[in-house]
């Protein structure tokens, strides 16, 4: 089975500064997707950004960029300039190619401080 | 389109008690999925459909939990003889199949409180 470990918990950060949060996952798949997801304050979840597992290129969204490491099954989200409103759990999640459901972490839980 | 919508936002109930949430997706996702997220947990899978047939059950679901599509529009998650375990955020998603894998359109949930 598919699994994605999020190891902290919880982080914060100065606004502006730039933060990591780490993921990593276990599968013997090959063909396979990775996400990361935000998740305000009682609002729903929003998808950030998208990394397909045969693109050697690591995803980026504007202030958002991943660092995707298939050899070690990793896959880190990197915030550059830090805003208030990026406060939120978020969430990594894993889905195989077959498309049929995505599999999420526990969530890091970020609050980005003035 | 106004996304994916669920309904109730909040619903307590008494252990016991049988309740019954509705999603509306995406008007053209033929894909619609069921989550149960717990407090400082992760969404975790609970079945999902594609067009009316329900294709996957996770374990989760057990025989007290049934959820249907029976037009293939919107979808209802019934819970029978709530328990308090089944507190919890009952989320909603949309995808089409065929671009499942760009990710899902989540709805804000449906939070029952069992007491």
């Known amino acids: 089975a598919q699994t994605v470990t999020q190891s902290q918990p919880e982080m914060s950060v100065q606004e502006a500064e730039t933060v990591t949060l780490s993921c990593t996952y276990d599968t013997s798949e090959s063909n396979y997707y990775l996400f990361w997801y935000k998740q305000p304050p009682s609002r729903q979840m929003i998808l950030v950004i998208r990394q397909e597992a045969y693109k050697q290129q690591n995803a980026t969204e504007n202030r958002f960029s991943v660092n995707f490491q298939k050899a070690a099954k990793s896959f880190s989200l990197k915030i550059s300039d830090s805003q208030l409103g990026d406060t939120a759990m978020y969430f990594c999640?894993?889905?195989?190619?077959?498309?049929?459901?995505?599999?999420f972490g526990a969530g890091t839980r970020l609050t980005v401080k003035p | 389109d106004t996304g994916v919508s669920q309904d109730p936002r909040h619903k307590i109930t008494k252990r016991g008690q049988n309740v019954t949430f509705r999603c509306d997706p995406i008007s053209e996702h033929n894909r619609l999925y069921w989550y149960r997220q717990t407090l400082g947990q992760g969404p975790e899978f609970l079945t999902y459909?594609?067009?009316?047939?329900?294709?996957?059950k996770s374990r989760l679901l057990s025989d007290r939990f049934s959820a249907e599509r029976p037009k293939g529009s919107f979808s209802t998650l019934e819970i029978q003889r709530t328990e308090q375990g089944d507190s919890a955020m009952y989320l909603c998603?949309?995808?089409?199949?065929?671009?499942?894998?760009?990710?899902?359109?989540f709805g804000s949930g449906t939070r029952l409180t069992v007491v």
């Open positions: 998603a949309s995808s089409s199949w065929d671009r499942a894998n760009y990710g899902y359109t």
């Open positions: 459909f594609q067009n009316e047939a329900q294709l996957e």
């Open positions: 999640a894993f889905m195989m190619g077959n498309n049929n459901d995505m599999r």
